[in-house]
């Protein structure tokens, strides 16, 4: 190693994939070094990540049980049987923040950015944490300063322009008027620029209630919005990280089911499920004309006896290469793009997840360097020496199996 260039080494380790860079970090204290300080190679690595083939990652906070962040490998072994589960973090991970006074129904995670975790507090006079579980580093932002504050959405995004990390905050007070907007006090939309801001900035008054997301994407962040809590029309609010303005887009698809937006290799889209089936809508531009197609439409086998109906039937849905994967409360499915027909799912029983379960399809594992960007990062874990435990599972391994009997 000491043969090689400075400037070459970096430019190899930049363009290594993720994990076998992780997995260098065990050759030698030396390399573990270079992993764990050397910030600028942190940084070209981010220039490099794949933005179309993110890992889904599933969130858990429900009381009484493992609090939990895992992210599943959809690669061909998963397809014979064999899942890939990476357990990112785990309860005792959180008992560290926040001086140790960690609730797991103190925060929600809001979204994922180029491997960083958003997480926005359930009592919004909470900071906001941002975490890059990889690294085990974590950073908190001051608390947003609205008095009175009643409802907040908060999503952190990268521009690509700028080469600036902004948190974006959509707020409500009190007088806030959710089924007439117009007619109460405006919300407000502010930012904070990571590393170059103090204080959050407004940008400007908002009159419409966000619905889903948020979504982060090419240096914009997504949301559904309505303009009246009544209303079932939904609009696609576009906003653009690099010159800090919404593109808003009409007539959201929603009229027959239960709505969830997402990201896919085509980008933006939008699940809506019914009792039969699942239609996915995603926004398309041709000759500068923007609009809804509907690109797929997966048959649904009837839900047995006894499934609750208060909750969404799906968890959540993710594609990797050709594939499709479905995971409802009662059965997963995994749907072949090629085939296309009912030949191209295949059933794993027993699923036994948690209605607490939430699914973000955008996540990048990455090494980006909170204090690389402005932050004051803290380390989450105890054990420095150990980034991220990486297991293959037996075929009859089921995800709940795994949340409850893995450590790290």
């Known amino acids: 190693m000491e043969r090689i260039p400075e400037e070459l080494l970096l430019e190899i380790l930049s363009r290594t994939p993720t994990k076998s860079l992780l997995r260098s970090a065990c050759v030698s204290k030396a390399w573990r070094d270079i992993m764990h300080k050397d910030h600028h190679l942190r940084s070209l690595h981010c220039d490099h990540l794949p933005s179309d083939n993110p890992t889904p990652l599933f969130f858990s906070n429900r009381r009484n049980e493992n609090l939990s962040i895992i992210a599943i490998s959809l690669a061909q072994d998963y397809v014979a049987g064999k899942p890939k589960i990476w357990h990112i973090l785990k309860r005792q991970s959180f008992a560290t923040w926040n001086n140790g006074t960690w609730n797991e129904d103190d925060y929600k995670l809001a979204n994922t950015c180029n491997g960083l975790l958003c997480f926005r507090p359930n009592n919004y006079r909470q900071p906001i944490e941002i975490c890059n579980p990889l690294c085990a580093e974590y950073s908190t932002l001051p608390a947003y300063p609205m008095q009175d504050i009643f409802s907040c959405s908060v999503g952190l995004g990268f521009s690509p322009s700028t080469k600036e990390y902004k948190v974006?905050?959509?707020?409500?007070?009190?007088?806030?008027?959710?089924?007439?907007?117009?007619?109460?006090?405006?919300?407000?939309?502010?930012?904070?620029?990571?590393?170059?801001?103090?204080?959050?900035?407004?940008?400007?008054?908002?009159?419409?209630?966000?619905?889903?997301?948020?979504?982060?994407?090419?240096?914009?962040?997504?949301?559904?919005?309505?303009?009246?809590?009544?209303?079932?029309?939904?609009?696609?609010?576009?906003?653009?990280?690099?010159?800090?303005?919404?593109?808003?887009?009409?007539?959201?698809?929603?009229?027959?089911?239960?709505?969830?937006?997402?990201?896919?290799?085509?980008?933006?889209?939008?699940?809506?499920?019914?009792?039969?089936?699942?239609?996915?809508?995603?926004?398309?531009?041709?000759?500068?004309?923007?609009?809804?197609?509907?690109?797929?439409?997966?048959?649904?086998?009837?839900?047995?006896?006894?499934?609750?109906s208060r909750f969404p039937r799906l968890v959540g849905l993710w594609q990797r290469d050709d594939a499709l994967q479905v995971w409802l409360h009662d059965v997963m499915i995994l749907y072949d793009e090629a085939k296309n027909s009912e030949e191209g799912c295949k059933m794993y029983e027993e699923p036994a997840v948690s209605s607490t379960w939430r699914l973000h399809t955008s996540y990048v594992p990455s090494l980006v360097p909170l204090k690389r960007i402005g932050c004051e990062s803290k380390k989450v874990f105890a054990d420095q020496n150990h980034l991220i435990q990486h297991e293959e599972l037996p075929p009859n391994c089921t995800p709940k199996r795994v949340v409850i009997e893995l450590n790290l």
Do not use: C, M
């Open 168 to 308: 974006v905050v959509i707020a409500k007070d009190h007088g806030y008027n959710f089924s007439l907007p117009e007619e109460g006090s405006p919300g407000k939309l502010s930012i904070r620029t990571l590393g170059a801001e103090e204080s959050w900035r407004d940008v400007g008054d908002i009159y419409f209630n966000t619905r889903h997301g948020p979504i982060y994407i090419d240096g914009k962040i997504h949301w559904t919005i309505s303009y009246a809590n009544s209303s079932t029309a939904l609009h696609l609010l576009s906003f653009d990280l690099g010159t800090e303005e919404g593109k808003v887009i009409d007539n959201v698809p929603n009229n027959d089911g239960q709505l969830q937006l997402t990201q896919l290799k085509e980008g933006i889209s939008v699940i809506v499920t019914s009792e039969s089936d699942i239609k996915i809508w995603t926004l398309k531009e041709y000759h500068n004309i923007i609009s809804w197609e509907r690109t797929h439409i997966i048959e649904l086998p009837r839900a047995p006896a006894g499934t609750p």
